[in-house]
């Protein structure tokens, strides 16, 4: 993972956020021993509070590996909540059956082995939280795919928004800033036309949060 924050500041917000619980610890340590890129305490922390302040009751996620994030999500959701994991790895969508189930939020999960695109095409609207978190190439026609399943007071948020070993951060701030971009890597382009995407769309208002890797936050307004 490569953090967009300082260690010092990453230490800090940490340290100031909710405490994760030890089904979370021992998923950070899988995290670490394993080199999985997980969206980290800081970000889980945040997409927590996202579902808490909109009342979130159906979340669906475009990629979601062991669980990490979903488990996050999963503690401010009702008891007759709704979340929807959906992950290609068969072995990783088993492990965060077992995490899930390891903080009691096996009875509000749906797990879903297969391509997210084709899972959400199965499910009725609406969401009150969506992340996307799969190839990045790939986020832009995730929005469009759930776009119509979002309420208003609904959040789209998509990872990776800065930086993931593999996005070229220069050709990001070039775009941002209106500067001609000639060519680069598929994964920053796949960012650059999610951002176009959920900027151009009037009916949402998009930032960027300098946490974990970066988190694009889109609110729809209307």
Same mark, same amino acid.
């Given at each position: 993972?490569?953090?967009?924050? /300082?260690?010092?500041?990453?230490?800090?917000?940490?340290?100031?956020?909710?405490?994760?619980?030890?089904?979370?610890?021992?998923?950070?340590?899988?995290?670490?021993?394993?080199?999985?890129?997980?969206?980290?305490?800081?970000?889980?922390?945040?997409?927590?509070?996202?579902?808490?302040?909109?009342?979130?009751?159906?979340?669906?996620?475009?990629?979601?590996?062991?669980?990490?994030?979903?488990?996050?999500?999963?503690?401010?959701?009702?008891?007759?909540?709704?979340?929807?994991?959906?992950?290609?790895?068969?072995?990783?969508?088993?492990?965060?059956?077992?995490?899930?189930?390891?903080?009691?939020?096996?009875?509000?999960?749906?797990?879903?082995?297969?391509?997210?695109?084709? /899972?959400?095409?199965?499910?009725?609207?609406?969401?009150?939280?969506?992340?996307?978190?799969?190839?990045?190439?790939?986020?832009?026609?995730?929005?469009?795919?759930?776009?119509?399943?979002?309420?208003?007071?609904?959040?789209?948020?998509?990872?990776?928004?800065? /930086?993931?070993?593999?996005?070229?951060?220069?050709?990001?701030?070039?775009?941002?800033?209106?500067?001609?971009?000639?060519?680069?890597?598929?994964?920053?382009?796949?960012?650059?036309?999610?951002?176009?995407?959920?900027?151009?769309?009037?009916?949402?208002? /998009?930032?960027?949060?300098?946490?974990?890797?970066?988190?694009?936050?889109?609110?729809?307004?209307?």
């Amino acid at each position: 993972m490569t953090d967009v924050l /300082t260690d010092d500041i990453a230490r800090f917000v940490r340290a100031v956020g909710p405490d994760p619980d030890e089904t979370l610890l021992e998923m950070d340590e899988y995290a670490t021993a394993e080199g999985f890129p997980h969206v980290g305490p800081e970000v889980g922390a945040f997409l927590r509070f996202v579902a808490r302040l909109n009342g979130a009751e159906r979340i669906f996620e475009f990629g979601s590996g062991y669980g990490y994030s979903a488990y996050w999500f999963a503690d401010a959701l009702p008891d007759d909540g709704e979340i929807v994991l959906t992950e290609v790895d068969e072995d990783e969508l088993e492990l965060a059956r077992e995490y899930m189930a390891a903080g009691g939020y096996d009875g509000i999960a749906r797990y879903e082995h297969g391509d997210a695109m084709a /899972t959400i095409d199965r499910y009725d609207g609406p969401f009150d939280v969506v992340l996307i978190d799969h190839e990045k190439d790939r986020y832009a026609d995730a929005f469009e795919a759930v776009r119509s399943k979002i309420p208003v007071g609904g959040v789209v948020i998509a990872d990776n928004a800065i /930086t993931a070993g593999i996005i070229d951060f220069d050709d990001l701030l070039a775009w941002a800033e209106d500067s001609p971009v000639d060519e680069t890597n598929d994964h920053t382009q796949g960012i650059i036309d999610y951002l176009e995407t959920v900027r151009a769309d009037p009916a949402f208002e /998009t930032g960027v949060l300098p946490l974990g890797e970066g988190i694009a936050v889109s609110y729809r307004v209307e």
